[in-house]
C-alpha cells in the first residue's frame, strides 16, 4: 500500500500543528520560569527570556520547603506502589488461575471500584480516616489507594493469556502457588506490571484532592499542594516565580517518563491495556 | 456476565483443584472433599488483603455516607440526627444542585466526544508514521502527566486577561479578548479546553495500542478496492476499535467524573457557579459550610449516577469487555 506524496505532506502538516499547538503552553512555562520578574509584565509576546534567571529557583526554595515536599511525594508514590503490587498481584492470580465459590461476584467487586474513584467518596473516606487518627499522616495518604481494582482486571488479563502447559511444569516440578507466581507468572507478565506501575506513579504522584483534605503541615504535604499554598501565599502577583515552583512539580513526572520512554511506549502498545 | 456460574456445582468448572496445585507445593493433592475444601479456603486467602482495603475504602464508606444522607448533620445540628429524605427534598428544590447538574452534564458531554474523536484521528495518523514517532506520542501524551494543579497553574496563566498567552494571540488576531476564567460565560469553556489539553494524549495512547490489534491485512485490500484514506478509516478502523473505544470511554467517564484540581485552583466554581460540578459541590458542601447531611446525600447521588452509568455501560457490552482477552 502506497502512501500518495500529497497524503504524506497534509498527515505531517496536521500532526506537526497539533504538536506545536499542545508543546506551546510546556514552553511558554520553561520560558516564564526563567524570566526575570519585571520582564514577564510586558503585553509583548517573548518565547525565549533575555536572560536565565535561575535565581527564581533558589528563591522558592526560600519561600516554601519544596525538597521536603518532593521526598514526601516519592514516600506516598512509593508506598502506594509496593503495597499495591502486594494486594494486586495475588488477587489477579486467584481470578485468573483459580475456582471458587463467589469468584465472579467478589471479581465485580473489584471492577465497579473502577468507576467509583476516591474523589466521588471523599467525605465518607475522610470521616473514615478521622476515626482511623490517620488525618494528616503519611499513612493516611497511602492507605486508601492500596486497594486498585484497576490494576487487578488488568493483571487478571494478562494471568489469563499465560499458557496452562506452563503451570503443569511448574507442578510437575513440585512448585507451590507462590513459588508459581513468583518464578512463572511475574516474569512473564512483566510488561503489564511495569505498566501498571508507571500508570499508578504518574496517577499519584498528582493527587490533589485527597492530600488538600487531609494534611495540615508541611512535614506530610505533597508536591502538588505545596504548590496550591504557594500560589495562595504569592496571591498570583509573581507569574515567574509561580511557573518556576510549578515547573519544579512536574519535571520529575515528566524527566521520568523521558528516560523511559522506550519501555514505557513499548510495554504500552503491547500490554494488557486493550479493549 | 455469568454471574450465576458460581452456583453450579462446584466440582464441574474445577479442574485446577484437582490437578493438585497447591498452595503449599504438590504435597496436598487429594481429591478428597476435605482437601478440596482447604483448597478453596487458600484461594481466599490470595483475595483477603485487597478485599479488606476495597471494603475499608470504598464500599463501607458509600455504605456509611447512604446511611448519613439520611441524617441531618450541619453546624446547626453537630451530631448526625435521622431526618428521612429532607436533604434531598432540600437539594431538589435547590437551584444551585440543579445548575451544578447541568455543568456536569455539559462538561461531560462536550468534553468526552470531542475528545475521543480527535484522540482516534490524531491515533491513527501516528500509527501511520514510524520516523518521529515517539515525538509525536510525548508532544500530545506529556500533558496527561502532568499534575493537574500545576497544569492548572500553568492555564491560570495562559487564560490571565492582560499577560496571558491567548488574549495577547487574539490581539494579534484582531478579535476582541476574552475574559476566560473571569466569566460565567466563559468560564466552564476554558476549563474544558484545559481538560481537554490535558486528556487527548492518553486517549490517544489507549488507542494506539487498541491499533496494534488491527489485522494490517484488511488496509491491504480496502486499498486494491480503491478505498481512499477516510474511506478505509471510517469502515474498517471505526468499527475494530470499538472495544478500545469502549475502554476509552469508561476512562474518560471516570476522569471527568472526578474533575476537581483544575476547579479548586481555577474558579472556585465561579463566577456565580457557573463552573461548579458535582464533586466541587460536594467538597464546597462538606469543608466550607459543613454541612455534612447534604455532602453525603450529595455523594449518594453521584454514587447512583456513577452504578447507573456501569450498569448502563457492562450490561450493555460487558462481555466483550471482560472477556476479550479470556
Known amino acids: 500500500m502506497e502512501e500518495k506524496k500529497y497524503e504524506v505532506v497534509i498527515k505531517i502538516f496536521v500532526l506537526q500543528i497539533a504538536a506545536i499547538v499542545m508543546i506551546l503552553p510546556f514552553v511558554w512555562l520553561i520560558s516564564t520560569a526563567l524570566k526575570n520578574p519585571s520582564e514577564v509584565f510586558t503585553e509583548n509576546l517573548t518565547l525565549l527570556p533575555e536572560t536565565f534567571r535561575w535565581a527564581n529557583f533558589v528563591e522558592i526554595m526560600d519561600q516554601a520547603p519544596f525538597w521536603l515536599y518532593m521526598g514526601n511525594t516519592i514516600i506516598v508514590c512509593v508506598g502506594i506502589l509496593i503495597i499495591q503490587l502486594l494486594l494486586v498481584i495475588p488477587a489477579a492470580y486467584a481470578f485468573a488461575r483459580l475456582d471458587f465459590p463467589g469468584k465472579d461476584v467478589i471479581f465485580l467487586l473489584f471492577v465497579i471500584q473502577i468507576m467509583l474513584p476516591l474523589e466521588s467518596i471523599i467525605i465518607p473516606n475522610y470521616l473514615i480516616t478521622k476515626k482511623l487518627g490517620l488525618l494528616n499522616t503519611r499513612t493516611g495518604l497511602i492507605l486508601p489507594f492500596v486497594a486498585s481494582g484497576f490494576g487487578t482486571f488488568m493483571l487478571r488479563q494478562t494471568f489469563k493469556q499465560i499458557p496452562q502447559s506452563l503451570e503443569d511444569a511448574a507442578l510437575m516440578d513440585g512448585a507451590g502457588h507462590l513459588r508459581f507466581i513468583w518464578h512463572v507468572l511475574i516474569p512473564l507478565s512483566r510488561p503489564t506490571i511495569v505498566t501498571f506501575s508507571m500508570i499508578s506513579i504518574a496517577t499519584h504522584w498528582n493527587d490533589y484532592f485527597w492530600p488538600l483534605i487531609i494534611t495540615d503541615s508541611d512535614e506530610v504535604r505533597t508536591l502538588t499542594i505545596g504548590l496550591g499554598m504557594f500560589v495562595q501565599q504569592e496571591s498570583g502577583s509573581d507569574w515567574s516565580l509561580l511557573m518556576a515552583a510549578t515547573l519544579f512539580v512536574c519535571a520529575p513526572i515528566i524527566a521520568f517518563f523521558l528516560v523511559t520512554q522506550k519501555t514505557f511506549i513499548k510495554n504500552f502498545l503491547t500490554s494488557g491495556i486493550k479493549g | 456476565m455469568h454471574i450465576s456460574s458460581w452456583k453450579k ?142 497544569a492548572a497553574m500553568l492555564w491560570v496563566y495562559i487564560y490571565s486577561p492582560n499577560l496571558g498567552i491567548l488574549n495577547i494571540l487574539l490581539a494579534e488576531l484582531g478579535i476582541t479578548k476574552l475574559g476566560w476564567l473571569g466569566s460565567s460565560e466563559t468560564s466552564l469553556w476554558a476549563l474544558i479546553i484545559m481538560t481537554f489539553w490535558k486528556n487527548l494524549g492518553f486517549f490517544m495512547l489507549i488507542y494506539l495500542a487498541g491499533l496494534q490489534n488491527v489485522d494490517r491485512e484488511l488496509y491491504e485490500a480496502a486499498y486494491i478496492d480503491g478505498a481512499g484514506w477516510w474511506r478505509r478509516h471510517i469502515k474498517i478502523t471505526f468499527p475494530l476499535v470499538g472495544p478500545t473505544s469502549l475502554f476509552v470511554l469508561v476512562t474518560a467517564i471516570i476522569l471527568t467524573f472526578r474533575v476537581f484540581d483544575q476547579i479548586h485552583l481555577m474558579t472556585e466554581g465561579g463566577p456565580g457557579n457557573s463552573s461548579n460540578v458535582v464533586v466541587y459541590y460536594i467538597f464546597e458542601n462538606g469543608f466550607k459550610f459543613f454541612d455534612w447531611g447534604r455532602a453525603t446525600s450529595l455523594t449518594t447521588i453521584l454514587v447512583c449516577i456513577l452504578l447507573t452509568l456501569t450498569l448502563i455501560i457492562f450490561g450493555i457490552f460487558g462481555k466483550r469487555i471482560t472477556y476479550t482477552a479470556d
Not at chain 2, 476495597?54 to 453546624?75: A, E, V
Not at chain 2, 447541568?102 to 461531560?108: I, L, Q, S, Y
Open chain 2, 9 to 150: 456445582p462446584l466440582r464441574e468448572n474445577k479442574p485446577l483443584f484437582n490437578r493438585g496445585l497447591s498452595f503449599w507445593g504438590g504435597a496436598l493433592s487429594g481429591r478428597e472433599p476435605m482437601r478440596e475444601k482447604l483448597e478453596q479456603f487458600r484461594s481466599y486467602l490470595f483475595l483477603i488483603p485487597g478485599l479488606f482495603f476495597l471494603m475499608l475504602f470504598t464500599y463501607l464508606p458509600i455504605l456509611w455516607s447512604s446511611w448519613l444522607s439520611f441524617n441531618r448533620w450541619n453546624l446547626l445540628s453537630p451530631k448526625p440526627k435521622f431526618a428521612g429524605w429532607e436533604n434531598f427534598v432540600e437539594l431538589w428544590h435547590h437551584d444551585v444542585f440543579w445548575l451544578v447538574m447541568k455543568n456536569k452534564f455539559f462538561f461531560v458531554t462536550i468534553s468526552i466526544f470531542p475528545t475521543m474523536f480527535l484522540a482516534l484521528v490524531f491515533a491513527i495518523l501516528i500509527d501511520e508514521r514510524l520516523k518521529g514517532r515517539v515525538y509525536y506520542i510525548y508532544s500530545l501524551f506529556y500533558p496527561t502527566l502532568i499534575p493537574m494543579a500545576a
